[in-house]
C-alpha cells in the first residue's frame, strides 16, 4: 500500500505495548531541517502518548543522513536504550548522490539491526522533491515520525 493511502500518524493505542519503562535514543539528520524536525516532533508526540518519559528519550544530532549510521552505532554502543530511531529526509537533486545517499543509510541501518541487540527504526524519507516531504512529516499524509516511534515501541517490546 502506498503512502498516499494510508495515514502515517494512524494507530491504535490498545494494541501498543506501554512505553513507560522503555529508553528511546533518537538520532536527527540536520539536513533538510524543517523536514527532520516535524518528525522529531512526530515521534516524539507518539512516544509520548504511548507512556514513555522524557527523560528517557536521548536526542543526538548528525550532519545528513549518510551519518545516521554512525550515530545509531555509538548511540547503542555508548547509551542504554531499549531502541533507536533514526531520522532524516533526503530529497533528490540534480544528480545521482540521492541514491548513494538513500541506499547507504538504508543498508547502514539494516547492518545495525543485524549486527546489534537493539533495534534501529528507519525514519528516513526519500522524497523526489520537498512538497512530498512536507506531505510525510505532519502533513496530508500524516507523520512518518509518529509511525517509526511506534515501530519503535513494538520492536523494543519483541519477543
Ligand atoms: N542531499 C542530502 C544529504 N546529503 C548529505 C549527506 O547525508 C552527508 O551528510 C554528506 O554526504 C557528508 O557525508 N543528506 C540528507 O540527509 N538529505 C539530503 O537531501
Ligand atoms: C540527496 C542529495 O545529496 C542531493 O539533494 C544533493 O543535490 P544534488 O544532487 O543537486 O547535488
Known amino acids: 500500500m502506498a503512502t498516499a493511502n494510508k495515514n502515517l ?57 549518510f551519518e545516521l549510521t554512525f550515530g545509531a552505532k555509538k548511540m547503542i554502543e555508548s547509551k542504554k536504550v531499549d531502541a533507536v530511531i533514526a531520522i532524516g529526509s533526503v530529497i533528490q537533486g540534480e544528480t545521482k548522490h540521492f541514491d548513494f545517499v538513500c541506499s547507504a543509510t538504508a ?35 500524516g507523520n512518518k515520525g509518529a509511525e517509526a516511534a511506534i515501530a519503535a515501541i513494538k520492536m523494543a517490546n519483541l519477543g
Open 9 to 65: 500518524s494512524a494507530y491504535d493505542k490498545t494494541t501498543i505495548p506501554s512505553a513507560k519503562d522503555l529508553r528511546f535514543g533518537i538520532v536527527v539528520s540536520e539536513w533538510n531541517e524543517a523536514i527532520t524536525e516535524g518528525l522529531y516532533d512526530g515521534a516524539m508526540e507518539a512516544l509520548l502518548d504511548c507512556g514513555a518519559n522524557a527523560e528517557n528519550i536521548i536526542r543526538w544530532n548528525v550532519p545528513g543522513s
Open 107 to 141: 543498508q547502514g541501518i539494516m547492518d545495525l539491526n543485524v549486527r546489534t541487540q537493539v533495534p534501529v527504526i528507519f525514519c528516513v524519507l526519500t522524497d523526489n522533491n520537498m512538497q512530498q516531504a512536507i506531505d510525510r512529516s505532519g502533513g496530508k499524509h
